[in-house]
């Protein structure tokens, strides 16, 4: 958890911090998957790994958990369930497409949680 805490430790949770904090624990499982998978420690996993990762669609990291052993019932597995939910926005409504605004959310957690990394953090894989 270092690893993910490092950049963020010193900053304030605003109102983005659950898309933040679904970004850093995306970030945890990426780690933990390509480390174990290529058998170096966490730290030593490249962000060029990690960038080529991302480009996965989130059933093929479900499988890679799955082949790491992990299933029902596992907290890594109800993360990965949590986070990788893609939020939808509601047009029904007539919510604005913009969280900025309206304070609704979408996409997955994880990715989307990355590039607020990327933006606030200055986060740079």
Known sequence: MALVEGPIGDYDMMIDGIIV???CA???VALYLLGSERGVDPADVSGEWITAFYTLPSA???RRLETA??????RITGLWKT???EHRASTDQGLYE???VT???WGAGYSEGM???EQRFGLAL
Do not use: N, V
């Not at 052993?69 to 596992?74: Q, Y």
């Open 103 to 105: 304070f609704g959310r």
């Open 60 to 62: 093929e990291w479900t």
């Open 83 to 85: 986070i990788s939910t």
């Open 26 to 28: 995306g970030l945890a």
């Open 21 to 23: 904090f679904e970004g």
């Open 69 to 74: 052993g992990h299933g029902p019932g596992e």
């Open 115 to 117: 590039k607020k990394l």
């Open 98 to 100: 913009d969280f900025d």
